[in-house]
């Protein structure tokens, strides 16, 4: 009888301690549907992802100019650069003699402008058809060099389908933010754009885009910090990418087909990524969709562009 007594006491002390775990597995859940509820109806929080530009963005080359042959230096992107000392001044305006460091940056793909956060647009916020964009510095033991008045530096930038009416564009940001229209010096097209900047710096090959109803884009998101999303409009029928700001763009044509990438990282350091293809229209909405994506796969999507 004993027995019997101490197996019916074992039993339900069972039964209790079961439906002791079972209450809190339910209130665990409870609490964790909640929480991804709230999760779900506040967004995400996005970050800033500025060590992924810094990172992955074109490094600057170096070349040291120590002769007056006939070059080229030929730079990694296919730059290829024809100079000598005698079209250099020091801050003074004196001559300079060789040795002199040259350093380069060359920007030729969509992903590469992103990267380097410098849109194809005016100063007077025009979109441009770019052939490329470089900066090119030069610099006599360590200080800067100018191009004397009346010299240029020649730059041949290389391109599969390069277009007539291009000219000179300079920015004097760094990185460049926008770029101003020179109708000096003139630029040929030989295969590629044979350039003669006048000035050091962020040169870019452009024409002004012309043509078309201008209209502007809207972006919509979910969350907060979104001020720390990085959303770019690539152009895929020519060679251009603008950066917004505000979630709103700046005048765009209606009727050209783009990319849209967004980029951010979330606060728990994850990277994450939209990208639509769309065709302009009046007045239209785009609305983000954030997915998250490894660093790789981020760098690979770029190299696509």
Known sequence: MSSVRLQHTNLTTCKRMKNKYGIWI??????????????????????????????????????????????????????????????FMD????????????????????????????????????VLRSGGEIKLTAFKDSQPLQIKPGKYFRVDMPC?????????????????????????????????YQTRPTKLGWINCDKLYSGGTNTTITFTVDGSGTENINVFIAFKNFLSVLKVSGLVSTNVPEGE???????????????RLHQSNETIAAGMTVALDMQEVTEQQLVDFLGGL
């Open 91 to 126: 801050a003074n305006s004196n001559d300079v003699s060789y040795p002199i460091t040259l350093k380069l940056i060359e920007l030729y793909t969509r992903g590469d402008i992103i990267l380097y956060r410098t849109p194809t647009i005016s100063d007077n916020g025009t």
């Open 257 to 271: 087909d783009i990319t849209v990438i967004a980029m951010a990282k979330d606060k728990g350091g994850n990277y």
């Open 26 to 87: 339910l209130l665990i859940a409870t609490l964790f549907v909640a929480c991804k509820s709230v999760r779900k109806e506040q967004g995400d929080s996005f970050e800033s992802m500025d060590e992924f530009f810094d990172a992955h963005k074109q490094e600057e080359q170096t070349f040291v100019l120590d002769s007056g042959g006939t070059g080229p230096i030929v730079g990694k992107m296919g730059s290829l650069l024809y100079g000598d000392s005698s079209i």
């Open 160 to 192: 599969s389908a390069p277009e007539t009416g291009m000219t000179m564009f300079y920015s004097s940001q760094d990185p460049a933010e926008n770029w101003t229209y020179s109708a000096d010096p003139a630029l040929d097209v030989v295969g590629f």
